[in-house]
Structure formats: C-alpha cells, structure tokens
C-alpha cells in the first residue's frame, strides 16, 4: 500500500522544503521502505527549461529527457532513485494537458473549470504513482498563501479525503524568526502560516520549523497550542553545516518517527544510517582541501550549478579533501588577458561548465589555454568540452577562425547546431527556426570508449550512458586534424557521429565531456569523473 506524503512551505520561499522532502526520503528508507518523490511547481511555464538560471536555478535533467525543477537532484542525490519526466509537473503542463483535451472533445461540451477540471488533472499526476513505492512524498512549490498555488492545495485536499487519512499526510514547513530587539524566536508567523493553511482546508499532521538556533520547549508548546497540533509532532529544523547532515539533524528530532506515528506503523524498523554517518564523518574531517575555480556565467547564483557544486563536493568526500569552490566570471576576461592570471593563478583545478551564448565564451576559451599551458587539471562540461575544443583548434591546429556558431557565423564551425541525430532506433530531427523550449538533445545516450582512453580507465567500461542537454554539437569532420596534435575524441556516439568525450594526451588531467555527469552523482556513489578530477586536484595542490 502507498502512502502519500504532502509537504508544503509557509512564510518565506527558500525554505529547503526539498531538501526537506529529500532527506525524509532517505530516512523512510533507510527504515527499509522503498520511496519516490515529486514535485508539483504554481508557476506557469510548461517546463523550468527556459527560465533563466539567475532567477530559478540549475535546470535539471532526467534519464527520459525532463528538463526538471532542481530540487529533483536533490531528491536523486538523497534518495539513489533515478528521476524521471513524470515527478514533476507545473501549472502550465497541467493546463496544457486540459486544454488539448479540451481541444479533443474529450470533455464532452462541459464547461472546463479550475475545480474540477484542473484539480482532477492535479490529482491524475498523484495517483499515478500509486503502487510504486511504499512511500510517495509530493512537495508542492511556493508558499501558502500564493495565489497560483491555490489548485495544487485543492487537490492535495481532496486527494487526501479520497485515499482515506490512514493514506494521507501533510507536512507544512515554516520559519521562525529570530528577532534581536525582543532578543526570540518569534511563533507568530508560523500561527498565520497554519491559518492560511487551514481556510484551504488542511490541517498539518506534522510542522517542521525552520530556525537559525535552537528553539526553546516554551515555544514548541505555544505553536503546538495555536496551531492545534500534537507537540510531539512540531519538529525543530535548525541549520545544518552540511546538506548531508540533514537526515541526521531530523532523525535526531524525531521527523521519521513521528510521520511512522501519524500513520500508525506500529511496527517499523529503526532506520540503518551508518551511510550518512561516514559520509558527514567525512565531510566534517577533511585530510586537506583543493580549490577549484568554475569558470563560468552564471556565476553570482550558485544555485544555477546545484548539481554540480554536489558533485565537487562528492569527489571531496571520495578523495578525502574539501573541495573549495572559486566562481570565476569569465565575462570579465573576454577582454583583458592580465586578469586571468590573477584569478586562476593558485587554482588547483579548472572546470568550464555547462552554459549558453557568447558572453564569456572568450574568457572561457582563455581559462581553458590556461590549464593547457600551465598543466592544471582541466574539466569540460558540455559547453566546457566545446570551449576545450575550439581553444585546441585556433591554438594548437592553428585555425584561427574556429568558434561555435552558437556566437555567430565563424569561418571554421569547429561546433555547429546539431540537426539530426538518432536515437535509440529513431532519428531526431532539428532545425534553426525550431521553438526554444524541450527541443535541446535531452536525457540519456550512450557513448562508446576508445581503449586506451584516459576516459575508459576512469569509467572502467568500454561504455557509458549519460544525460545531455544541449543544441549544438563537436563537428566530427575537424576529428582527425585535432587528433593529429596531441588529443582523443575518446568517446562517440555508437555511430561514430557525434564526438562525446575530448581528452588531451600530454598533460596530466584535461577531459571534456559533451554531456552533465554532474547530475548521475551522489554523496554514497559519487560520479567516477569527479572523483578522479579531484584527485587530480589533490596532486596538483602538492606541487604548488
Ligand atoms: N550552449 C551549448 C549547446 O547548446 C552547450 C549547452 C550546455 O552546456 N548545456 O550546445
């Protein structure tokens, strides 16, 4: 039997409800249940995939193709459960879905309505994952209180009537304040927070309270009493030094058992959290630490490289060191040479990440000739390999026209828009005129290993399969000319089309990887890529 677990935010956004959710995930199964998260987003764009990663954050992708929320990462990294398109939705796929079917006739001549037209679709996406875990959590984005969020509380509403209250918990999460002048921690937010709740017709089985210190009995007894609910079930949730220490930080206070209460599992096993121990264990005694500097755009937002600060830190935590992160604003050398010098000087790793347009592609070009140059391990991803590549065609092959004609028409297209390209037994087919949204090569492919390869020894596989994100690709015709200086497209697509991975022979560490390993890693199975990239790090931190 499936049971549902609704979480919702109140008072401020940014809460960490989903790492909330997350982290409840991995301790229902560290008790043996198996878990699935979802989330459902009140905004209306059909999918995150076009927002700007300034204002939403990092868009993260999915074996199947979803271009998703970021905070299915987090419930990847926390949980193992690779996600798919189906765990998460927002308010415009759902009025998408109800107007095409709308558009069909499927409604017979009624009058399409939020309630219960739109509800119902709500709902469909819920009960779908009925029967695939012992557990299903659903956190819905924003606040309560938000006025596109109102159908997504319908729905949870009458989801919970219609599945029965034995099958059915809402978790609301709130902040509590601290306010210097009166010197406390202040309730009161919290009390208009459950209120606001409530007129949608939830009552909160459990309150978990976001606090930046710990939260005294006095308090928890004043928010049980207003708030109606049991005090055992008004859970302290304080700041954490790491992510990973959250499932402990709950366990302590009692999350997992109190939801196991709620729903009257008289019989549940304590959780195994030996897992989480070691890796905090690890995260909180470090034998050293590397710097690695991200040469990017999206710079002042670490949010927009959520998966792959985790992943850094998961080759850390392989390797036994603190990986410091150096954010690097490459836009800022695409024009003054000097600077470049000052900011990756100490550096013991250089990474070009994933990003999109011209600005700073110079200055990205540049960091990547200064790790060729100065022997500094050297990570590519997606646009990074491209950057990686162009750098050795106009420097090392002595193109000079070579570039990407995502920046423009360039005399050498050494990357070029991808138009057709197969998969599994389907070609896909794009053009320039193409709509913006869902129509990147998305999700997971596969790549074939030369032997030999640095890449090959790392994955120690001769394939691999790994989640893309991207419009334009490494024009295969250049492959042999760059070869010919001293590199390996080590990896191709099986048809030998599309170059997949780039590694240059005579320098200690320097791969390029035209998909996101960032997202497949996790704290307790960290990405084979990072790991070796932060060792890397490590030894070169020893000759500096
Ligand atoms: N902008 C590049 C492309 O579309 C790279 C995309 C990325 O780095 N995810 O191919």
Redesign the pocket.
């Known amino acids: 039997m499936t049971r549902f677990i609704f979480m919702t935010g109140g008072v401020v956004s940014s809460l960490g409800k989903g790492l909330a959710s997350a982290a409840l995930g991995a301790l229902l199964q560290a008790r043996g249940y198996s878990v699935r998260i979802c989330k459902l987003d009140p905004y209306l764009n059909v999918d995150p995939g076009t927002m700007s990663p300034f204002q939403h954050g990092e868009v993260f992708v999915t074996d199947d193709g979803a271009e998703a929320d970021l905070d299915l990462g987090h419930y990847e990294r926390f949980t193992g459960r690779p996600a798919t398109k189906k765990d998460n939705t927002t308010t415009g796929r759902i009025y998408l879905s109800v107007l095409q079917k709308e558009r069909r006739g499927d409604y017979l001549g009624a009058t399409i309505q939020v309630i219960p037209h739109i509800t119902n679709e709500i709902k469909d996406f819920i009960r779908e994952k009925d029967g695939s875990a012992d557990f299903v959590i659903c956190e819905i984005g924003g606040t309560v209180g938000d006025i596109e969020g109102l159908p997504f509380l319908e729905a949870i509403r009458q989801f919970g009537n219609e599945v029965g209250h034995d099958r059915a918990l809402y978790i609301h999460m709130t902040l509590l304040p601290y306010i210097p002048t009166a010197g406390e921690l202040k309730t009161k937010p919290t009390q208009h927070s459950v209120k606001e709740l409530m007129s949608a017709g939830i009552r909160p089985n459990i309150l978990l309270c976001r606090a930046d210190r710990p939260i005294e009995a006095e308090e928890l007894r004043k928010i049980a009493l207003f708030c109606n609910i049991d005090q055992t079930k008004v859970i302290p949730a304080l700041d954490a030094s790491s992510i990973y220490e959250v499932p402990l930080t709950y366990h302590a206070e009692g999350l997992d058992d109190q939801v196991i209460d709620a729903f009257r599992m008289t019989e549940s096993p304590a959780p195994e959290l030996s897992k989480w121990q070691e890796i905090v264990r690890r995260i909180k005694e470090p034998e050293g630490d590397v710097t690695i500097a991200i040469v990017g755009k999206y710079t002042n937002l670490t949010d927009s490289y959520k998966s792959l600060n985790e992943a850094l830190s998961h080759g850390g935590i392989a390797n036994n060191v603190k990986v410091k992160l150096k954010f690097v604003d490459a836009s800022e050398f695409d024009h003054h040479e000097e600077d470049i010098v000052s900011a990756l000087k100490n550096v013991h790793g250089i990474l070009v990440p ?3 347009g011209a600005r700073g592609a110079e200055g990205k070009i540049k960091a990547v000739q200064y790790a060729r140059e100065h022997n500094i391990p050297y990570f590519g991803i ?2 990074g390999m ?1 950057m990686a590549v162009i750098e050795a065609a106009r420097n090392v092959v002595g193109l000079k026209g070579a570039g990407s004609t ?1 920046f423009g028409e360039c005399d050498v297209p050494v990357v070029g828009l991808m138009t057709e390209w197969v998969r599994g037994n389907d070609t896909e087919q794009r053009s320039g005129n193409d709509d913006l949204g869902g129509t ?1 090569r998305l999700g997971a492919y596969p790549a074939t290993l030369k032997e030999g390869s640095k890449v090959r020894s790392i994955y120690g596989a001769d394939e691999l399969s790994e989640r893309h ?4 690709e490494v024009n295969v015709r250049y492959k042999s000319q760059i070869e010919d200086k001293g590199y390996l497209f080590s990896g191709l697509s099986p048809d030998g089309e599309l170059p997949e991975t780039f590694e240059k022979l005579d320098h200690p560490w320097f791969i390029g990887v035209q998909f996101h390993p960032e997202l497949k890693s996790k704290p307790f199975d960290p990405h084979p890529l990072f790991v070796s990239f932060i060792d890397a790090a490590v030894k070169q931190s020893r000759l500096v």
């Not at 994100?469 to 334009?472: A, D, E, K, L, P």
């Open positions: 994933g990003g999109f997606c646009l491209q995502e990147m994100r991207h419009r334009y």
